[in-house]
């Protein structure tokens, strides 16, 4: 989501550039000016180059000197493991990557194998749990992680895996059910109960001032990472952060929060973006990390082959030399190549120097191929007895002239190494001849993965049960409104290539006309299943659903509490609703079903007032989402990212992602039935 839940107006630079708070930042002579920057700029003139580098060198000492930094955390062993965490991937708990629905288990060999197949393998997860469906009823934050069957169990097999495991925390949710505690106290109990090892900060930069020290007292090593661009003074105690919105300079500069301190992990992440070039660029040149998020709250944003293929083949230089990216000496653009007349680019390189190994990251910005002279050492690097290898192709290099030559894909990453020739031992010669078998791609097409509608059953009734309204069949044109959220709707990314989606584009109200044929008549029920015909239904049916956690946690001793037998059902989830409909020969409504009966004034609301589930489920292969109709009596307040709530028009649908069976179960959502009003059922119909 957006680094902040305030209002805003407009988006002044139009939805693709970016804001000037995400512009690079120019050294100059007030050095504090440079303390929230999110990237320093460097000059384009070669020449300047020794000059900046050693005004960041003066900055970064004065900056120290003025808030009192000593890196003691950064220093503790807990702590190590923020250091090396280059990837992680950001997934939804209940992707179809990670969790099958059909089963109700979760599946981390699955989805580690293909991280390892797709990235390159993941050093952490942020395991997303509560928005975007949070606010659908009164469950907090919280409650959507305690309310998941087998979480504890599912961080310990990442764990056993060598992956670590970040919660999430969402400060905006203030408009559900409170907590007794406060919330960085309810926090630190989560991570206590899941063995978790950092928190995610959704939305801030920085966490409350006292979160470092409530985390403290569950746990050695527990980390924070903020959202964009974390404050100088708390690089401290922040070990990571996200660098999302980050706008570099034509001439590659630095990282400021990851300059200040290099041992502090940083993330590259532009979410909507379908070319990642630049995000790699930025990281590898600061020896830092990109976040995966190939799933954006719902919507498919995945990484082209050459992009990924371009991470796998640079992961593994990070986490082996992860020494001189983190506690090295850093030296940005210096063995850049400079052309005659004092040019430079397309190839920038920073370098890096640990004890007696010397390494540079490189980049080419052009769209072509570079072939050229790619790198021109320093002559303190240029020593006798050294042997070069290029650690992205697996090969030997010469650099016997002073300089390396080679070729470099279009916005493709490099990586030359320098060491004594007695360094070169088994473990490098096998690490050489694993990266020289890795295949580089050129194919930047968008992967694309179509939303499915999962068709209805076919339930046919030879006349129209009673208490169920007709509709006939033909063309239906509906009005549809619904408010654009980062789920997106039908299908696709709602924001592609968006810098950062603001109001007014960003959950904006959309009215769109749809259009169906319907082939044959149906009969939407006039009201919702109630407690009393569900209970009938598990009596004669011993219906047991496969994860019964929070099935009819209503009811008392297996029955509805006296007094609510005629109330619409709840605590049901959509295979639940499909079961019950099923057993009575019938169906769910479809949402335009639903709508036209509800237009049409042949619908009726049990109290109290709940959304229905329908008969349109989507599916694209990682996400299943479902449309809502009727709105319920509860609405979380105080924050446009809970899931619109009160009583809605019936032109109104809400998507919601859909969630495992314990968790999709929920106060507020209940269902009716449909039937088919036609013997035959056509191509393509089941009978239910």
Known sequence: MNESHAPIATHPRGPYRPRPIDEPVEVVADRAALDEAKIIAAPDDPARWPAWREALRAWRRDAASRIGYDGALYARPEFAWTQGAYTVAVVWLWDDALYDHELGAFTPEAYLEAGRRDYGGYDAVVLWHA?????????????????????????????????????????????????????????????????????????????????????????????????????????????????????????????????????????????????????????????????VWDVVFGSWVGWSERDRTVWQTVAPVLRRYQGAFTGGDWSPLEGTAVAVGGGAGPVFASRFADGDLTLWTLVNRAE?????????????????????????????????????????????????????????????????????????????????????????????????????????????????????????????????????????RLHQEITERHREESPAPCGVAVYEVTNAEYARFLMESRYAPVRPERFLEHWVDGRPTPGTENEPVTHVDLTDARAYADWARLRLPTEHEWQAAAEAGLLRRGEPKVWNWTESEHRDGRTRFVMLKGGSAFRAQGSDWYVDGGERDPQEAVKLLLCGAPVARSARIGFRCAVDLATDPGPGKEHA
């Open 131 to 291: 928005y975007p469906v949070i606010g659908v009823d009164e469950r907090n934050q919280f409650d959507f992680y305690r309310q998941v069957p087998d979480l504890k169990a599912l961080i310990g097999e990442f764990h056993a895996r060598g992956v670590r495991v970040f919660l999430d925390y969402n400060p905006w949710d203030t408009g559900t059910r409170r907590e007794d505690l406060p919330d960085a106290e309810a926090v630190a109990a989560l991570v206590s109960e899941y063995d978790a090892d950092g928190v995610f900060l959704d939305t801030l930069k920085e966490g409350a001032a006292g979160m470092r020290t409530v985390l403290d007292r569950v746990r050695p090593g527990v980390a924070l990472e903020g959202e964009s661009r974390v404050p100088l003074a708390r690089i401290a105690d922040h070990h990571l952060s996200w660098a999302q919105w980050f706008a570099d300079s034509a001439t590659p500069g630095v990282l400021r929060a990851r300059w200040f301190e290099p041992r502090h992990q940083m993330h590259q992440t532009r979410r909507w973006n379908r070319d990642h070039s630049d995000e790699m660029q930025t990281a590898w040149l600061n020896g830092a990390g990109m976040l």
């Open 368 to 504: 072509e191929p570079y072939t050229g002279t790619l790198l021109v050492p320093e002559s303190r690097d240029i020593a006798p007895g050294r042997r070069w290898f290029d650690v992205i192709s697996g090969t030997e290099l010469d650099a016997e002239s002073g300089a390396v030559h080679g070729t470099l894909p279009g916005r493709g990453l490099g990586a030359v190494v320098a060491l004594p020739a007695d360094a070169v031992d088994d473990d490098l010669l096998t690490f050489l001849d694993r990266q020289a078998g890795q295949r580089l791609s050129t194919d930047t097409a968008f992967p694309a993965r179509p939303t499915v509608r999962v068709p209805p059953p076919y339930a046919p009734a030879a006349v129209i049960p009673e208490n169920f309204a007709a509709l006939p069949a033909g063309p239906r044109e509906l009005t549809v409104r619904y408010r654009l959220r980062e789920t997106g709707f039908y299908e696709g990314a709602p924001y592609v290539e968006d810098w950062k989606p603001l109001p007014p």
